[in-house]
């Protein structure tokens, strides 16, 4: 299946606004980014708990996460672990917080400075 996206920016004052990296990608078995940009690798740090590596690192720990997550699955950024050079996340079923799973699909958006 082939991903296309198109990056489209807002014009604030002479500066376009787009998302610093977004990524499709999978933590079931193998973990990996099947589509994205802005990051470089994905880590399996347990079940239902990635780490994305971003290619360049962001300027400050002071980025929005948005997640979606399919399969009943919520996705969360682990707060603890705000980083410049990565982002961590943890996949829950059906948002029961006890109940980590892996989960194939799932998408993140980072914006920031």
Known sequence: MAVNFTTVGIDDGGEYLTAKA??????????????????????????????????????????????????????????SATLVGACHLMATVGGTADTDGDNARNFVTIHGD
Do not use: C, K
Request: aromatic share 14%.
């Open 22 to 79: 977004w990524a499709m990608f999978n933590i079931d078995s193998s973990p990996s980014i099947d589509g994205g940009f802005g990051f470089g690798g994905i880590t399996d740090r347990a079940t239902g708990y990635v780490s994305l590596e971003f290619s360049t690192n962001q300027p400050n720990i002071y980025y929005s996460v948005t997640t979606a997550a399919g399969d009943r699955h919520v996705l969360n950024q682990d707060g």
